[in-house]
Nanobody, 125 residues
Framework: VQLQASGGGLVQAGGSLRLSCAAS????????VAWFRQAPGEERKFVAG????????YYSDSVKGRFTISRDNAKNTLYLQMNSLRPGDTAVYYC???????????????????WGQGTLVTVSS
């Protein structure tokens, strides 16, 4: 599967953005999917994910209650709705997909075989 992320940009603190990740080649229903982010000088970190089976969503503590991950099977697209953005959310955001990701590995980037190219989100104070 190929992934194409988009929707990043510059936003003021408190604002919102919606990231999209369009998949091609195979249906996103065939994969566990997730968003990761990498701030300057830091390692890539898990933001949110959805297991392949079912619609249960999982979030890092830093974004819980502010971000929402969703998957539109008809459009073969993954989304990340980001509300109440903070300067600390500034990062390059990556979408990822993996065919066999168990729950305990959902937050591990090593579990994902396919990655989008990243989209930059900058939150100004």
């Amino acid at each position: 599967v190929q992934l194409q992320a988009s929707g990043g940009g510059l936003v003021q603190a408190g604002g919102s953005l919606r990231l999209s990740c369009a998949a091609s080649g195979r249906s996103v229903r065939s994969y566990a999917v997730a968003w990761f982010r990498q701030a300057p000088g830091e390692e890539r970190k898990f933001v949110a994910g959805i297991k392949r089976a079912g619609d249960n969503t999982y979030y890092s503590d830093s974004v819980k209650g502010r971000f929402t991950i969703s998957r539109d099977n008809a459009k073969n697209t993954l989304y990340l709705q980001m509300n109440s953005l903070r300067p600390g959310d500034t990062a390059v955001y990556y979408c990822a997909a993996g065919p066999s990701v168990i729950l305990s590995a959902l937050a591990s980037q090593d579990a994902y075989a396919f990655w989008g190219q990243g989209t930059l989100v900058t939150v100004s104070s």
